[in-house]
C-alpha cells in the first residue's frame, strides 16, 4: 500500500515536472502578420540623397517647439512646415523661425487632421512628429503613404496593431521610419557602446534599463494632461524606450541577436489615483498604471534584459543604463562605474573586492574610447545648442546627416518595434498573470543578417 502511494507521489511529480519544462503552451504568443507578397525588409534602407533636409514639424508642444529651436542651428535642415492643432503654438514656432531672420512656413492648425495638410505638401520630405502619443502612428501611417520619411517621438507606437501597421507601411513605401529615441545619444552611453564594441567587457550577457522620473510636477503641463490621462487607462511599461534603446545597440538586437521571451509584474497603483484626483477633482478607482513595472526579457543567444517604468514615486531620476560583461560591467547611474576583470585581484577595494573605477578613473579609462559619431565639432555643437546636454542635437544631426548623404539611419523601424513592444507585451503577460509572452520577430526571419550595430559614416 506505501509502495503504491510514494508511487503515485512519484507518477504525479513526474507529469508536473514534465509539463513544467515542455509544455511550449504556457508561453502566450501573438499574430506575426504573414510579409505582404513582393514586401522587403527595410534593414539597411537607404534613400536617394538631398542636399536640404525640408522637414514639417507636427505638435509643437514642449518638445516639438525645442526641436523647432534645434533644428535651426543644423546646417542643410529647413523647417518648411508646423502644424498644432492650437493655432497660437504654431504660431509661436512660426514666429521663432522668421525672427531668427530664416524663413517663412507653411502653418496648419485648427482640426485634428489639420497634419494631413502639411504631409501632402511637395516641400516636405520629413514629417517629424511630436505630438502626444495617440496621434503618433496615425500621422506617421498617413505620412509615409504621402511619400514622406517620418520621425517619431518615443514611444512612436503603442501597441503591436500600430507597430506591424508602421512596419508594413514602411517596408512597401521605402520610407525611413526612425523613432526619435535620443538616449542613444547621450556622451555617456555613446561612449559605453564604443567600449563595449572594442570587446572591453568581454562578451555582453545582461542589460538594464529604466525610465524612472517622477512626473508629479509635470502631469499639468501636457496638452489637457494627455499623459497622466493615458496612464490612468493602460497597464504595463508605457515609456520603455530610453532605458531599452541603448542598451539593445550594445547586444546587437536584430543584428545577430533578437528577443523571444518576455515577462512583467507590476505594483499596483498607489499614487496614479491620488494624482489623478487632485487635479480632476473626481476619484478614479480603475487607474491601471502600477507605480513600478519591471520587465525581463530573454534573447536568443541567451542573454537578458531588465527594464523599469516607474514615473509615480519621489526615487531619483534613473535610465540605469547597465552593462554586464564576462570581462566588465558598466553603468551610468547613480553614479558612473566601470570595473574590469583583470583588475580584480590587484587593486581590490574592500568592501566588494573588485575595482571600481568612477570619477577620475573612470574619465581616464572612457578616455581612449571616443565615439566614431561623435567629432570634437559635433561635440562642441551639440553643447552649445543643448538638448537634454546635447544629446538631442546629437540625434538631429544623425537623422539630417544620413538623409543628407543618402545612408541607412541609425535606428530602423524594427528597433522602434522592439523597444516600443515592450509597453504591450508587458500589459499582455501583466494581465496573463505574470505569463510568458513571446516575442515576435519583426525582422521576420532576418535579425542576423547584419553582424553587430553599426553606424553609417
Ligand atoms: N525624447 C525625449 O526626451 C522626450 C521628452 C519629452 C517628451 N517626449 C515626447 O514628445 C512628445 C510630445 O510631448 P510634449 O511633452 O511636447 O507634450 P505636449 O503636451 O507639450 O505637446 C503635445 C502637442 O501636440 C499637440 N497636438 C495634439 N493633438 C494634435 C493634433 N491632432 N495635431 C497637431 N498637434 C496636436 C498639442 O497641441 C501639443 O502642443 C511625446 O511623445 C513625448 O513622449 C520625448
Known sequence: MKIKYLALIAAAVAAISCNCKNDKSLVIKTDVPARPAGQESVIGLTAEPMDTVRIGVV?????????????????GAKITALCDIEADRAEGARKLLVDKGMYEPVCFSGEQESWKGLCQREDVDL???????????????????????????????????EIWALINTSERTRKHCMMLENCVYDFFELNALAMAQSGLFGEIIHAEGSYHHNLDPFWDEYWHSWRLDYNSKHRGDLYPTHGIG???????????????????????????????????????????NGDETCTLIRTIKGKSLLIEHDVMTPRPYNRMYQLVGTEGYAAKYPVNQFCLKE???????EIGHETVYSGDKAKELQAGYRSVILTPELEEAAKMVGGHGGMDFIMDYRLVYCLRKGLPLDMDVYD??????????????????????????????????VDGFKYAL
Request: charged residues 25%; negative net charge; proline residues 7%.
Open 59 to 75: 505638435g509643437l508642444g514642449m518638445r516639438g517647439s525645442e526641436a523647432v529651436r534645434r533644428l535651426t542651428y543644423l546646417p
Open 127 to 161: 514629417v517629424y512628429i511630436c505630438t502626444d502619443w495617440l496621434n503618433h502612428a496615425p500621422i506617421a501611417l498617413y505620412a509615409m503613404e504621402q511619400g514622406k520619411h517620418v520621425a517619431i517621438e518615443v514611444p512612436a507606437a503603442l501597441n503591436l496593431e
Open 246 to 288: 541603448p542598451i539593445c545597440q550594445a547586444l546587437n538586437i536584430h543584428r545577430g541577436d533578437r528577443f523571444t521571451t518576455l515577462v512583467a509584474m507590476d505594483t499596483d497603483p498607489f499614487t496614479g489615483p491620488k494624482s489623478y484626483e487632485a487635479r480632476n477633482g473626481k476619484p478614479c478607482p480603475d487607474f491601471k
Open 343 to 349: 583588475k580584480l585581484t590587484a587593486e581590490a577595494n
Open 416 to 449: 522602434l518595434a522592439e523597444w516600443c513592444c515592450v509597453s504591450d507585451l508587458s500589459r499582455i503577460s501583466i494581465e496573463n498573470g505574470c505569463a510568458p509572452v513571446e516575442v515576435p520577430d519583426f525582422t521576420r526571419g532576418e535579425w542576423d543578417k
